[in-house]
């Protein structure tokens, strides 16, 4: 047991365009930002989750390392995508030890991949509520191949992986964190990365529904690349409202309208699959009025984005601030920065909030 208080770790959110790392300090007043970067990784380093290019992602890791001189080598990371699998479950009422012995079987009936290859978790939250004698489980399942390479990266990188998380309950624990919990209050967080949207309904500050849906802001970039025949580079500026150098004023005259309407055009497909995750929801909570959809990640930034979602759901849609109750110390961090990327910040704060010994 740890006596005094508890060591807290950095948070590495290892994403498919950028890592990002965030450390903070637990005062009296709560929580104090100590170190925080990004740095972007080069394309397909990471697709769907997996590693395809572990020395560039080592590289990078080590350089933010590097950079912000941090002394820390305890890390919690996490992963998301199609190797992991977020099931609620019901059970008949047993204890922990129980539950433990039995899970690897009950397991086989909800996990689509061969039991032995993946890693298990559980956590019992409650009894349910509309039948006696039966309890509300917790299921996560994540590939073992997918864990394994994340820590061959950190270790490589000469870190201590300590917790190993999932990324629909990172966001969770910042937004908790920043937010806090209203009594009766349903809300939507959407982590919207490069290439997955993390889905984690809370209610009560609660999580009931989760699911990782297969697109992002990567969508944005291909469509402006292949529709006004851009680089990459270019793609990206324009998608975050940037403009094109060097190209003659009447090309440049008509590509905003055009990256308007792409924009326009994705973000509504985006809208769609969100509401289909609500639609998901609807079908095993009919009477829960979600209150706000709160985005996150680096492709919420896109222009109109949270303007569409609101109006295609009807629900109040607001970016959230990653570092919104976090004591930040103006003069050891560029302020107007930090407001720019604290949405890309989300899993990384998250993370950072877990503890050595945390299940």
């Known amino acids: 047991m740890l006596l005094g208080k508890k060591k807290g770790l950095l948070g590495l959110d290892i994403g498919s365009s950028s890592v990002k790392a965030v450390e903070l300090q637990q005062t009296k007043k709560g929580y104090q930002l100590k170190h925080f970067r990004i740095l972007p990784l080069p394309p397909e380093a990471i697709v769907d989750g997996a590693i395809m290019n572990s020395s560039a992602v080592v590289d990078a890791v080590s350089e933010l390392i590097s950079m912000e001189k941090i002394k820390t080598k305890e890390v919690a990371t996490s ?21 433990e012995e039995s899970i690897q079987w009950e397991a086989e009936q909800y996990i689509p991949f061969d039991i032995t290859d993946v890693n298990l978790d559980v956590q ?18 994540a590939k073992k191949d997918i864990i394994n390479d994340h820590m061959a990266i950190l270790m490589e990188a000469g870190l201590n992986p300590q917790v190993m998380d999932v990324d629909a309950f990172a966001i969770e624990n910042m937004f908790e964190a920043n937010y806090g919990v209203k009594e009766g209050e349903t809300v939507v967080l959407a982590n919207i990365g490069a290439n997955i949207i993390n889905i984690n309904i809370l209610k009560n500050g609660v999580s009931t529904f989760t699911r990782d849906i297969s697109m992002g802001g990567s969508q944005f970039t291909e469509e402006i690349q292949k529709q006004l025949n851009v680089s990459h580079e270019e793609a990206e500026s324009l998608k975050l409202g940037g403009d094109l150098g060097g190209h003659s004023e009447t090309t440049e005259a008509v590509i905003p309208q055009e990256v308007g309407s792409i924009i326009r055009s994705v973000s509504e497909t985006m809208a769609v699959e969100i509401q289909r995750s609500l639609d998901f929801f609807a079908a095993t909570a009919a009477d829960d009025k979600i209150s706000t959809i709160y985005l996150m990640g680096g492709s919420s930034k896109v222009p109109g984005l949270p303007n569409v979602i609101a109006s295609k759901l009807g629900i109040t849609t607001e970016i959230a601030d990653a570092f919104r109750s976090i004591q930040i110390n103006e ?20 993370l950072s909030m877990r503890y050595v010994g945390d299940k």
């Open 79 to 99: 992963i998301s995508g199609h190797s992991v699998i977020i099931k609620k479950i019901k059970l008949p009422q047993m204890t922990e030890e129980e539950l």
């Open 331 to 350: 003069r050891s961090f560029d302020m107007a920065h930090i407001r720019e990327v604290s949405p890309t910040a989300a899993v990384a704060v998250g």
């Open 124 to 141: 019992i939250l409650g009894s349910d509520e509309q039948n006696v004698g039966q309890m509300e489980v917790l299921l996560v399942a």
